[in-house]
C-alpha cells in the first residue's frame, strides 16, 4: 500500500545496543495537514487558517460534505479568513487571532465535526440565500441612530407575542443515509 493522501511515518532503526542503552529513543514529528483552497489568492496551499480549513471541509468530497464550491459565499469565507489571520499579541507573543491545529475524526457526525471546526474561530455556519456563510463573533462598530419623532411615521404598536406563539423547544429530525 502507498499510503498516498494518508499522513504517516515509517521509521526503520537499525539495533544498536551501545546507541539504545536506555531503550529506544521517543520519536516525534511536526506534520503539516492537508492543503485547502484560499479564495483570497486561488491558490491551494498549507494553511491553518479556521475559515479555509471550514470551506475545505464542506468542499471535500473525499472526508468532508462534498458541497459543490458554488454554494459557500467566499465573500464571507474571504472576511472571516482575514478575521482570523489579523495578528494580535498574546502574552508578549505575536500570533494569527485564530488557528485551527487538530484531527478530523470521519467516525463523527458531520454537525459534529463542523461544530469542532467552529470552535477553533467562534463562529457559525449559516445557510442563507442558497449560500453557506461564516459567521465570525467578533466586535462590530455601533452605527449612531437618533430615535425621535421625526423618524417615526405612521403610529405604531409593539407586541411581545403570545407564549401560545412561541417555541420554546422545537426537534427536527432528518435522515439521509447518503450523508450519514
Known sequence: HRLRGVAYLYLRLKYDQDA???GLPTITAD?????VYDPRDD????????ALCIRDYLTSTRYG????????DDTAIIAAANYCDESVTVGGV???RYT???IVDVDDTPLAIVGKLLTSCRGWLIFTGGLYKLIIDKPETATAFAFSEDNITG????????????????????FNPARS
Not at 31 to 35: E, L, N, Q
Not at 160 to 166: D, I, R
Open 20 to 22: 539504545f542503552s536506555r
Open 31 to 35: 506534520v503539516d495537514g492537508r492543503t
Open 43 to 50: 491558490a491551494t496551499k498549507f494553511s491553518r487558517n479556521p
Open 65 to 72: 460534505r462534498g458541497l459543490d464550491a458554488s454554494l459557500i
Open 94 to 96: 505575536t500570533q494569527s
Open 100 to 102: 485551527c491545529d487538530g
Open 155 to 174: 403610529s405604531w404598536k409593539i407586541f411581545a407575542g403570545s407564549k401560545k406563539n412561541t417555541f420554546n423547544r422545537l426537534r427536527v429530525n432528518f
